[in-house]
């Protein structure tokens, strides 16, 4: 469908291995909250995960200290982050501003440097590429969706599209061959020829969404891409992105909304530069799932944690 | 009070917005005041010529206010775009649109009076240094540029016109648009401009007149009345172009998909198209200032440094004699005079020639009234005086005449003057010992032919035609090498004489009534300085226009550079998150800041070769058409230009890319 490679993977069935996974977690999780997150049993447990076979994406201890220039003040916005991600999976990292989330986004997406540790996908570390080869990186490699859409004024909705493709020095060919695929499935073929700002904030994030798959990406980062969206607009999204998914592609989201995060299928929990909590879907409701991410960030988030 | 203290303090408070609309206020405010102190000033009467340097002076006044005009609406869109937003917001607090209108009619109000006053204290302030540092350079006062209240009056009078304009459309478009459309105004986006064909051609076409009527400029005055006219279909043709014609272009570009489809023309074309429009206005006033620099500057360089050629074309001797009568009396007579008080006359040079007849030619056939577009001054000359002259003899038929065409052209195969016609027999560059340049500002065309008794029936009709008191005759001319001294004796002995026609030289005596002429005498001394005061004035006006026109120019650039800095930043960094390296924002940065700043420079260019003819004109009304020399002078004008309006690219592109960058 989307991705002709990924079909391979849906033969793992990640939904299945999830479940096991999930229980495993929850369990241990439970007492390993309690006991706060620096508990080196958790690390260890994440690196469990890990060590079968190789990853699709896989995070290890990453640390992301700032220090501003003419201050001996630091801040650390990640502390130890490690985690991994399957190929095909959909996952959302949800925490409240200041937890890090959007450094760890960052990281992910190459556009910031972590201070220590590293960020491997599909084998190679993408914290160890040149500054001059990031850009085609990250064009090849990573679709981006923005909570501010971040549509260019200046070209035409198909430009904008068509935008990382022409950077890439692609065929007009394939390019066209392309959106003429996509453009049905995303319900944008009617908005081709117009200008971003005549677009409404759910047109828009359809039209960034076309941009982030039209260079078939491994790896699709969302940044809170419902955040400027209204109700109901963010549910057409969030389905659509759950659609995505089930065609194989992989999707990261980094998020604070309960209901964005509820439709993926693994939630990670950040706060103070830690994950220390994950909740796997399975088989439940989004509704359903949705509860038990609220309930988690009220006991986990709250009072307990402190 | 309420509201003049509200308007006072929005100015206070978002001085970054209106920073930059005070500063075109202000230099424009000075552009247009040094033009007309320049013009009022008592010293432009002194120079020769000067009247009609005025009536350009005038129009370029003329061409300058539209030109303020121009740039103060735009640059007052682009604050009232980034402040609709503000109005949006007191309209919703509770604020009548008519309260609104009255905040920004005050707001225009105080930074107008902020400009005259500003405008006024700079302006006499440059004034002062332009003169300091121009005497410092020329090494001598040539013109005095006095500062005067009725020229601050004057400019003080068009800018109110200009803000009283400015006030209309505030007011227009606060009451058009609803509260909710202020607020949302800042982040509108732009449709892409349209491409009209028609005004792209209507661009062309004007152009091309404009240009049609600078090559076909005839002789120096036609010059000077169509200048005017070329220079208003220019301006209106520079602005259609970039309004329509570079859209057009623009737009054909993007639909050939495999040439737009490439990052770097992708990002260009796309960003350039969705500017067009503000970016029509701003390279449109950028090319005309530049060329005004050129032409200003390379008439005024040029007429400077031709001075030397001019009078060593004039000058055969250091010293030339004019006595209204035939050589042969003339001759006697000179030698008489100079004897007697013992002055030698060095390589003496004597030819006769008839009185110029001037008139209109055209196709060869010549009238006598006075057209300017093809005012000609015709004189006789003998075959026995050429041969004289350069030794050579020609042998002429009653029927034939040689041609000389000293200054302008001649390309016919006959030469008419009534019921007199001349057969072109032959056409010569020069005659030796002989100028080859007049001082009059007409076309100056020599005519050889066999005797006397074929000039004196045309030259009696001329004089019979325009009604004179004289009838014409020959006068000579005798050119010799005399010192400075002698010189000036010999000139303060013949004023003392009078020539009348044929009849014998007369000493005036007091009690005794004589009509005649004096023999005139120039010598290259006393011409070298007065054609240097003279020129040295013109100079000084030109450099002093020519930096206030290359100041404006930097003033467009930067703001330009500043207002569209802050709209590119976001899509900068939008095609950095998407995948583009930042070595190609960089080098996407520096050809679309390359072709916005060389674009103009490069019509500019354009627009100078086809007003190169017309000054060539120009210069000669005041006296001197030496063509190679003033290619060189205009050349070089160009390149200095250049070099200095590429330094005001780097340093404002420069901001620019600290903008972006950040």
Redesign the interface.
């Known amino acids: 469908m989307f991705h002709d490679a990924m079909k391979d993977s849906g033969a793992r069935d990640p939904q299945k291995t999830g479940l096991l996974q999930s229980d495993k977690f929850v369990r241990l999780d439970i007492r390993n909250v309690r006991e706060h997150s620096l508990n080196p049993l958790y690390t260890k447990l994440i690196d469990d995960t890990r060590g079968a076979k190789t990853m699709f994406l896989q995070v290890n201890h990453l640390q992301k200290i700032f220090q501003t220039r003419f201050s001996k003040e630091k801040t650390v916005a990640l502390q130890d982050v490690s985690f991994s991600v399957e190929e095909g999976e959909y996952i959302a990292i949800m925490g409240e501003s200041g937890s890090g989330k959007t450094t760890l986004l960052n990281i992910l997406?190459t556009?910031d440097k972590p201070t220590s540790g590293s960020v491997i996908l599909n084998s190679q570390d993408v914290t160890k590429i040149k500054?001059?080869k990031?850009?085609?990186f990250?064009?090849?490699h990573l679709g981006?969706i923005?909570q501010d859409f971040?549509?260019?004024?200046?070209?035409?909705v198909r430009?904008n599209i068509?935008?990382?493709l022409?950077?890439?020095?692609e065929k007009?060919r394939v390019?066209e061959q392309r959106l003429d695929q996509l453009a049905p499935k995303l319900n944008i073929a009617d908005l081709l020829n117009k200008?971003?700002?005549?677009l409404s904030g759910g047109q828009k994030q359809r039209v960034a969404i076309a941009?982030a798959l039209i260079t078939e990406p491994e790896l699709v980062l969302a940044d809170e891409p419902t955040a400027a969206l209204d109700f109901k607009n963010s549910e057409n999204l969030l389905a659509l992105l759950e659609e995505i998914n089930e065609t194989g592609q992989t999707i990261l989201m980094v998020t604070h909304s309960a209901i964005a995060a509820s439709h993926a299928k693994r939630v990670l929990f950040i706060k103070d530069g830690h994950i220390f909590h994950q909740l796997y879907r399975a088989n439940r409701e989004a509704a359903t799932f949705m509860q038990e991410i609220s309930m988690t960030m009220t006991n986990l988030l709250g009072t307990e944690v402190r | 009070m309420f509201y003049i203290k509200l308007a006072s303090r929005n100015i206070r408070q978002s001085m970054s917005n209106f920073l930059p609309f005070c500063l075109s206020s202000v230099v424009m405010f000075i552009m247009n005041l040094i033009i007309t102190t320049i013009l009022f000033s008592p010293s432009l009467k002194k120079l020769q010529g000067g009247s009609s340097f005025a009536v350009l002076l005038g129009l370029g006044l003329i061409v300058l206010t539209i030109f303020a005009t121009i740039f103060m609406i735009y640059s007052y869109r682009f604050l009232l775009k980034r402040r609709t937003k503000e109005f949006g917001l007191y309209n919703i607090l509770g604020l009548k649109k008519r309260h609104i209108v009255r905040i920004s009619i005050l707001e225009l109000f105080m930074m107008f009076l902020a400009t005259v006053i500003a405008g006024t204290v700079l302006g006499i302030i440059l004034a002062k240094f332009f003169y300091l540092i121009f005497i410092h350079l020329l090494g001598e006062n040539y013109f005095d540029l006095q500062w005067s209240p009725l020229a601050v009056m004057i400019v003080t009078v068009i800018f109110a016109c200009i803000y009283l304009l400015l006030m209309i459309i505030s007011s227009f478009s606060i009451r058009r648009q609803s509260s909710l459309e202020l607020l949302k105004n800042a982040s509108k986006g732009e449709k892409e401009p349209k491409s009209r064909g028609i005004l792209a051609l209507l661009g062309i076409v004007s152009l091309a007149i404009g240009y049609y009527l600078a090559v076909t400029v005839t002789s120096p005055l036609d010059a000077l009345t169509k200048f005017f006219i070329a220079v208003l279909f220019v301006i209106l043709g520079t602005l259609l172009f970039y309004l329509s014609f570079t859209i057009w272009l623009l737009k054909r570009q993007k639909k050939n998909k495999d040439y737009y489809y490439q990052p770097k023309h992708f990002i260009i074309v796309s960003s350039l198209l969705y500017r067009m429009k503000q970016n029509a206005v701003g390279l449109a006033n950028i090319t005309i200032l530049v060329t005004m620099t050129f032409v200003t500057l390379a008439t005024t360089v040029g007429l400077y440094s031709s001075i030397n050629g001019f009078l060593d074309d004039y000058f055969v001797r250091n010293t030339i004699i004019n006595v209204n009568t035939t050589q042969q009396q003339s001759n006697a007579f000179i030698d008489q005079v100079a004897e007697k008080n013992g002055i030698p006359l060095k390589h003496k040079i004597v030819y006769e020639m008839s009185n110029s007849i001037i008139g209109a030619m055209s196709h060869g056939k010549f009238e006598n009234k006075q057209k300017l577009s093809s005012l000609t001054a015709v004189n006789f000359m003998t075959a026995d005086t050429y041969k004289q002259l350069t030794g050579k003899s020609v042998h002429l038929k009653d029927n034939e005449a040689i041609v000389f065409p000293a200054v302008g052209s001649f390309n016919e195969s006959s030469v008419q003057f009534g019921h007199h016609t001349f057969n072109i027999k032959d056409k010569i560059n020069g005659i030796r010992n002989f100028p080859s340049i007049s001082l009059t500002a007409s076309n100056w065309l020599i005519l050889i032919v066999n005797s006397k008794s074929q000039i004196q029936p045309v030259l009696d009709a001329a004089s019979k035609a325009s009604g004179r008191q004289y009838a014409l005759g020959f006068e000579t001319t005798i050119s010799a090498d005399v010192t400075a001294k002698d010189a000036k004796k010999l000139n303060l002995v013949l004023s003392d004489y009078l020539v009348d026609g044929n009849k014998p030289i007369q000493r005036i005596d007091e009690g005794k009534m004589i009509s005649g002429t004096a023999p005139s005498l120039r010598s290259y001394d006393e011409m070298h300085q007065q054609f240097l005061a003279f020129a040295g004035g013109f100079l000084f006006i030109g450099l002093v226009l020519g930096f206030t026109f290359i100041l404006g120019t930097a003033l467009i650039i930067y703001y330009k550079q500043i207002s569209e800095g802050e709209q590119d930043k976001r899509s900068f960094e939008i095609l950095q998150e998407v995948g583009l390296s930042g070595e190609e924002v960089r080098q996407t940065i520096r050809s679309q800041v390359l072709l916005m700043f060389f674009l103009p420079i490069a019509v500019a260019i354009v627009h100078f070769g086809f007003a190169f003819i017309m000054i060539q004109k120009l210069i000669s009304l005041f006296g001197a058409t030496r063509f190679s020399l003033l290619l060189l002078t205009s050349a070089g004008t160009i390149a200095v230009v250049a070099a200095i309006y590429y330094i005001i690219y780097k340093q404002t592109s420069r901001a620019y890319y600290r903008i972006v960058e950040r």
């Open positions: 997406a556009l500054e001059n990031l850009a085609e990250r064009r090849t981006f923005f971040n549509l260019l004024d200046t070209l035409s430009d068509f935008l990382p022409v950077l890439g020095r007009v390019m200008q971003p700002f005549e941009r």
